[in-house]
């Protein structure tokens, strides 16, 4: 069983930048694909970004290619999304979520999810 707490959200100006990140309990973590998803108010939840086992190899929506970047510590049983140049179109709640994913992309892959983070950016 794996548990995924993520932290990190909060209010920022667009063109800001946020970290966040997702820590997850249990020693399997590093065996487990990895994903941050996003849910707006309205519409339905969307993948941000996914990373493999080993970190190497990665997914990013279109919305955020060369804005966000994803990763994981493995030793420390953390994945990180690090988000640059907010727009107010990524106003929504962030989710982790993890798993033995065969596609990073799909979302009934993913085993285990966190509670969420709110993130708010102003225009």
Known sequence: QVQLVESGGGLVQAGGSLRLSCAASGR???????????????KEREIVAAITWSGGSTYYADSVKGRFTISRDNAKNTMYL?????KP??????YCAGGT?????????YDYWG???QVTVSS
Request: hydrophobic share 40%; net charge neutral.
């Open 28 to 42: 399997t973590f590093r065996w487990y694909a990895m994903g941050w998803f996003r849910q707006a108010p309205g």
């Open 115 to 117: 509670q969420g983070t």
């Open 89 to 94: 179109e990524d106003t929504a709640v962030y």
């Open 101 to 109: 994913v065969v596609n990073l992309r799909a979302q009934n892959e």
């Open 82 to 86: 690090q988000m640059n140049n907010l």
